[in-house]
Nanobody, 124 residues
């Protein structure tokens, strides 16, 4: 069955960096758009970024543009999110998610599987 497993979260000070990873299994990873979403207590779930199956088309929510980079390694079946210049408002549980097959951009309504998440905490 489809499984997504995130890692790489942690606690950092504002201005620091983290790199999240998501290992996928149970399906042909190279065919699907992939994305990251995040959820903070008291806030709605927020779409963060997506990447097409080739890794050539990336999209970001405005609040992370220029600071976060989404990438993928299809041979390793792994999705990444490099997060730089972290801010306290980036504190959230981060989830990787599978979008649609052959999609160039995938948003929250397109996601059909999510991982269990990895916590990112940014202190001021």
């Amino acid at each position: 069955q489809v499984q997504l497993g995130e890692s790489g979260g942690g606690s950092v000070q504002a201005g620091g960096s983290l790199r999240l990873s998501c290992r996928a299994s149970g399906y042909d990873y190279s065919l699907y758009c992939m994305g990251w979403i995040r959820k903070s207590p008291g806030k709605e779930r927020e779409w963060v970024a997506s990447i097409d199956r080739y890794g050539g088309i990336t999209s970001y929510t405005d609040s992370v543009k220029g600071r976060f980079t989404i990438s993928r390694d299809n041979e390793k079946r792994t999705l990444y999110l490099q997060m730089n210049s972290l801010k306290s408002e980036d504190t959230a549980m981060y989830y990787c998610a599978r979008g649609g097959i052959f999609q160039d951009v995938c948003n929250s309504p397109d996601f059909d599987y999510w991982g269990q998440g990895t916590q990112v905490t940014v202190s001021p």
